[in-house]
Every structure is written in C-alpha cells, then in structure tokens.
C-alpha cells in the first residue's frame, strides 16, 4: 500500500516541488499582476489581451527555473514559512486564552487558565533549552553543583510572573 509520505517522496523525486510549483506560483502570480494592471490595454476583445498575459507568463515563468536559483529559494524559504505560520497559530491561541471576553464584546478580563498556561509553557521552554545549549535552568555543570535547577526555574517563572502582573497594572 502506497503510503502519502511514499506519494511525496515520489513527487520530490520527478521535480515536482522544485519546478512544476515553482512555475505554477510564479506563472499564477505573473499573470495576476499583468491581468490587475491591464499593461497591455483593456480592449472590448478580452481574450486577446488574457492570451497575451498568458504567454508572458508562462515565459517569465520558465526562464525563472531555468537555473536552480528560484528551487532553491522555495525549498528554502516555504518550509521555514510554514515554521512561522504555526507559531503564530500557536501566539494566537495563547493569547485567546489570556482574554475571556466581556458580555457586551468590548475587550476582555484577564483569565487565569492563561497565566498558569504561560508558566508551564515558559518552564517547558526554558527546561527543553537547557538540553540543546546547555543554558537553560542549569547551565553548566558547575552551576547545577551549586545550585539546584528548580530553584532556578522557579525564581525565573517568578521574575517573569512579577513583570506581567506590574505591567498588566
């Protein structure tokens, strides 16, 4: 049974994401602003001047792929997108939970799920640093022998907690 991960593998393999969507996005968007801006001219006769658009850009379109530099961009540049769009997914949804909105729909009072939700998530985060840099609650070896990693978990957590209440004031 072929899997979806087996069907992208394959795709990747025949150069399906480095040039038939590169030339897809590229002729769509070409097309659009040439369509948008009507450079050449806004006859009665539609056709000819879609016809015309087409052709520019699909030329546009393939002499973008014809060296590897526009694939390398999109291989590049999407994933990481795609990166930075759950993150803001993820802010939004953080910050849904700070807010419970008022019975006239007119901004919001603070909710307390969303502060105890910021702790535990500010703790993981640090604790999860601390495994890939080594700076994290503990540090160095040397600082996790003079102190614990939770005192220093807690008075960070605490320092934080302090700023936002002073704040939010």
Do not use: E
Not at 66 to 87: C, E, K, Q, W
Not at 112 to 134: E, F, N, P, R, T
Request: avoid cysteine; charge should be neutral.
């Amino acid at each position: 049974m072929v899997t979806i991960t087996d069907l992208l593998n394959r795709a990747n393999d025949v150069g399906f994401f480095s040039y038939v969507l590169p030339f897809l996005l590229i002729f769509a968007v070409i097309f659009a602003i040439l369509q948008k801006t009507k450079i050449f001219g806004d006859s009665k006769d539609q056709a000819n001047v879609k016809s015309i658009n087409a052709i520019v850009a699909v030329s546009i379109a393939l002499l973008s792929l014809l060296n590897d530099y526009v694939s390398t961009f999109f291989a590049t540049l999407f994933p990481r997108f795609g990166i930075v769009v759950g993150i803001f997914i993820v802010i939004l949804i953080l910050l849904g939970f700070f807010y419970t909105p008022k019975a006239d729909g007119t901004g919001g009072i603070p909710s307390w799920i969303g502060w105890v939700l910021l702790v535990v998530v500010l703790y993981w985060a640090i604790d999860q640093w601390s495994l890939i840099s080594g700076i994290g609650f503990g540090g160095t070896y040397t600082l996790q022998w003079f102190v614990d990693q939770y005192l220093w978990g807690v008075l960070i957590l605490g320092g934080v907690g302090f700023l936002i209440y002073k704040m939010m004031k």
